[in-house]
């Protein structure tokens, strides 16, 4: 299992994240993305994410977990506003079991 670490910011003047963003993001996710944990932490106008992935390897781990994130953003009228950072997306190696 990988612990795989993004942030979505909002566009300027968006409003503080939706209160149910964890449920928002979930409810994209598809069984075989095998992302066992979500955990979010809002700060304004930006959300650190906390992806912790089944996965063979990190790079795999990644790909999924970032697929996934842009899945729900797309798929969600309430995060339209929201985007993935480019520079928070690089997982952290860390490798858990």
Do not use: K, N, Q
Not at 18 to 24: K, N, S
Not at 37 to 58: I, P, Q, S
Not at 64 to 88: E, F, G, I, K, Q
Request: hydrophobic share 45%.
């Amino acid at each position: 299992m990988y612990m795989i670490t993004m942030r979505l910011v909002g566009s300027h003047g968006t409003s503080a994240a939706p209160a149910d963003l964890r449920e928002l993001l979930t409810a994209h996710f598809d069984p075989a993305d095998r992302i066992e944990h979500l955990w979010t932490r809002a700060d304004g106008d930006r959300v650190d994410l906390v992806l912790f992935v089944l996965a063979g390897c990190e790079a795999e781990a990644l790909l999924t977990a970032r697929a996934a994130c842009l899945r729900a953003v797309a798929h969600s009228p309430r995060l339209v506003a929201w985007r993935l950072s480019d520079t928070a997306d690089a997982g952290d190696g860390r490798e858990y079991h």
